[in-house]
């Protein structure tokens, strides 16, 4: 079958997150940059599927500015065969990533699409939710384990109290979770093999999704700091602050 | 001039620097108190890592290594500087470009398993009677028709009880001078050649430091590598990229990263109501060494392009050799004093790094003879060095 992975370039976890001083959003200039760590499980699973020959193809997509090309290159050195980069410097929400992810889809006709739950950056959870209704395709989010037999998907899911497997007609629409898999590390062979694995590139245009956003960001603030604790000397005294000061009881 | 990472040399650095701090850090500090890398731990990471390709970066594709050009290797090498000696040589390989010089059956004999990871070798040029002053050794070795007889002693040879042969430098010709020095292969376990007791040193805890002693070893006249009298040239012209690689680049790595732990501690650390890091004097401190790591970078990578031009760079690398080390010395040394007690306490590791720091100024020629270098050069007439319109 053919696999889609959708790879959205954020800022890198370790990164210390700052606020731009004129409180529009969060400072992304010289900052480093990597894929969403979901995503990575995502190409991560998608590998797995082509060495295991479940799959026959991984492609690899990305929707931004130029400097996605180092996102998709990434999924391209853990093994994914080729990629597809919708260029737009446009701030792009949840809606128009799922709309321009499904023109992908009307191109390529994939058998499964897998991305990352969520991205570390906005944590909206939406865009595979989106994808999916648009489609009008089953979906299996929060994967924690996947199986495929007789032309069905078997997602595990993780749910409040337990583990819950869906049995997903194909196509359908995957998302991520933690502990779906490990990503590996790129090997140097595969690295330099990446540099000449082709990338499309399409314009929002190319794909007919108006991609003007819906929502208006009026303040982005830095979360307020925590107080330093104090140590009580015994439940007596905790019980008179919570009154006093809390005011809780 | 573009001062930017493509995207693949971006992946291979964030690559390695990942699998440094997954796969090598957390046994720091097992090796510090035990003082031995685990047999069962080297050979996993040696396994983890050449089956990415990682092993032995710096030789060239067609004999099994990573083929990396010189500024690749350079970004690779600092981010070894990211852990230790001795956990490098186990995970990365420590291959010397020195045996490219062989013929095809040394190569095959000497240089493919090692590039495999399978054998272990190191460099034994120095003796207790010739460190920085590298052709005044003693060591000897004369022709007895088909064989060479090999006497002498090296000292502070690296790795020397792993390795499992040894590329040593020796006089064949007493007339000759510095023309006269070969060098010879030598395989542990040849009668007559004896191994010292392990030297501890102040730093670098897991790697082995020994004596070789050679008394009237036999060497066949396969063992000799490269021409008669060639050891001093054949040195010089293969040990310049690796003491840009293994002093500069490990070195700026080092001091990056203990930066890092410095900044952090500067933004936790509180005194007198406020974080430590508002006080102007702990920021020159940090801002210093911000500089000076990100001067001697830029000078590691320049000459790294300018050796991938086809350049020697002979005194570029000592500049480098020099500029490194000493920047990781001085932010090393502000790193301790901005962690105050702590920095001197063994509970963090940063009296670990002070005390690895020190070797950098020293080993494969200290501060003051790659200073003697340069100003040799100067003297002769070397603008490039210094003046952009001369280059």
Known sequence: MKVLVAVKRVIDFNVKIRVKSDSSGVETGNVKMSMNPFDEIAVEEGVRMREAGTASELIAVSLGPQACQETIRTGLAMGADRGILVETDADLEPLAVAKLLKAVVDKENPDLIILGKQAIDDDCNQTGQMLAALLGWPQGTFASNLAFADGKADVTREIDGGLETLSLSMPAVITTDLRLNEPRYASLPNIMKAKKKPIDVFSTDDLGVDVTPRLEILKVEEPQGRERGVILADAAELVEKLRTEAKVI | ?391
């Open chain 2, 1 to 391: 001039m573009e001062f930017q990472l493509s995207d693949e040399q971006s992946l291979l650095v964030s690559t390695l620097r990942r699998f440094i701090g997954i796969e090598l850090h957390p046994l720091e500090d097992i090796v510090e108190q035990t003082g031995e890398l685990a047999v069962e731990d080297a050979e996993r990471i040696l396994k983890n890592s050449r089956d990415l390709g990682f092993y032995a970066m710096n030789i060239p594709e067609q004999h099994g290594g990573g083929g990396l050009s010189t500024l690749d290797w350079m970004l690779v090498e600092e981010q070894f500087g990211y852990t230790t000696d001795i956990l490098i040589r186990r995970a990365f390989g420590n291959v010397y470009e020195i045996l490219l010089a062989g013929t095809p059956e040394q190569q095959e004999r000497w240089l493919l398993p090692s590039v495999k990871g399978r054998r272990t070798f190191s460099i034994a040029f120095t003796e207790p009677e010739a460190g920085s002053d590298a052709a005044s050794i003693r060591t000897t070795a004369r022709r007895e028709g088909d064989t060479w007889i090999l006497s002498g002693q090296k000292c502070f040879i690296s790795d020397a009880h792993f390795s499992d042969f040894f590329v040593v430098t020796a006089v064949t010709d007493q007339e000759a001078a510095h023309r006269g020095i070969s060098t010879f292969i030598v395989d542990k376990g040849l009668e007559g050649f004896t191994i010292g007791p392990d030297q501890p040193m102040m730093g670098l805890r897991g790697t082995t430091h020994a004596d070789l002693f050679f008394d009237d070893v036999k060497l066949g006249p396969e063992t000799l590598l490269g021409p008669e009298g060639d050891g001093l040239k054949l040195a010089l012209e293969t040990l310049g990229r690796v003491r840009l690689a293994q002093i500069g680049a490990r070195a700026i790595g080092k001091a990056t990263r203990i930066l890092d732990l410095t900044i952090e501690h500067a933004r936790q650390r509180k005194q007198f109501g406020s974080p430590i890091g508002e006080f102007q004097m702990i920021q020159k401190m940090l801002a210093d060494s911000a500089m000076e790591i990100k001067a001697a970078r830029l000078a590691l990578y320049a000459t790294a392009c300018s050796i991938d031009r086809g350049n020697e760079a002979r005194e570029e690398i000592s500049m480098v050799k020099v500029q490194a080390s000493e920047t990781l010395g001085r932010v090393v040394d502000r790193a301790v004093q901005i962690f105050g007690g702590s920095g001197y306490a063994k509970g963090l590791p940063i009296e670990r790094y002070y005390r690895d720091a020190r070797i950098y100024r020293i080993f494969d020629g200290t501060s003051e003879i790659h200073r003697t270098v340069i100003a040799k050069a100067l003297l002769k007439g070397a603008p490039q060095l210094y003046d952009l319109v001369a280059q």
